[in-house]
């Protein structure tokens, strides 16, 4: 989607870093008096637009047959 590629390794890897982000928060969160003021990672999917994922104007289909040969030339 939008030239991005995901697996079923790229779902499971992100899904290892937020929960050890969590887990990593709970823990701390434990051993601290004072409140802490975090937000939890979220790695970005594919198809999802965060705010720091552009759409590239670049990345897109070209049918236009002068422009194809102008590219190859």
């Given at each position: 989607?939008?030239g991005?590629?995901w697996?079923?390794l790229?779902?499971?890897l992100?899904l290892n870093?937020?929960?050890?982000?969590r887990?990593g928060?709970f823990?701390?969160?434990?051993?601290?008096?004072?409140?802490?003021?975090?937000?939890?990672?979220?790695?970005?999917r594919?198809?999802?637009?965060?705010?720091?994922?552009?759409?590239?104007?670049?990345d897109r289909?070209?049918t236009d047959?002068?422009e194809?040969?102008?590219?190859?030339?």
């Amino acid at each position: 989607m939008d030239g991005e590629q995901w697996t079923t390794l790229h779902e499971l890897l992100a899904l290892n870093a937020e929960v050890t982000d969590r887990w990593g928060h709970f823990n701390a969160q434990l051993k601290s008096t004072k409140r802490l003021k975090s937000e939890p990672l979220r790695v970005t999917r594919p198809g999802e637009l965060g705010q720091q994922h552009k759409p590239d104007r670049s990345d897109r289909v070209v049918t236009d047959p002068t422009e194809i040969a102008a590219w190859f030339s």
